[in-house]
């Protein structure tokens, strides 16, 4: 049974970082393409970053340049590491994952409605 734990969500001051984590188990990366999404009460959900087995990722615009999504295959983990924090980053943090011959690449990876596998979030607030 696939299953994804987050953690790493606090509260930070604009221009600080955080690292986020996701533990996953009942299956391995190497085989899954896997994201990091958030949402905010009344929005949609949005992609945020998002990497492909074969190690390829995307970033949604607004954290291009601040955030980096990467994995320890050894450790079955997801990192978002999350730096230049802006008031606006806040939001409540998911790790989603999919099977890799399910997904579709490039922009396609921040879709949501592709991954079947979801944590249920932790929270991050930046305050200015």
């Known amino acids: 049974q696939v299953q994804l734990v987050e953690s790493g969500g606090s509260s930070a001051q604009a221009g600080g970082s955080l690292r986020l984590s996701c533990a996953a188990s009942?299956?391995?990366?190497?085989?899954?393409?896997m994201g990091w999404f958030r949402q905010v009460p009344g929005k949609e959900r949005e992609g945020v970053a998002a990497?492909?087995?074969?190690?390829?990722?995307v970033y949604a615009d607004s954290v291009k340049g601040r955030f980096t999504i990467s994995q320890d295959n050894a450790k079955n983990t997801l990192y978002l590491q999350m730096n230049s924090l802006k008031p606006e980053d806040s939001a409540v943090y998911y790790c989603a994952a999919e099977i890799s011959a399910h997904c579709r690449g490039g922009g396609f990876l921040l879709r949501d409605y592709q991954y079947n596998y979801w944590g249920q979030g932790t929270r991050v607030t930046v305050s200015s």
């Open positions: 009942g299956f391995t990366y190497s085989g899954y393409c």
């Open positions: 990497i492909a087995s074969d190690g390829s990722t």
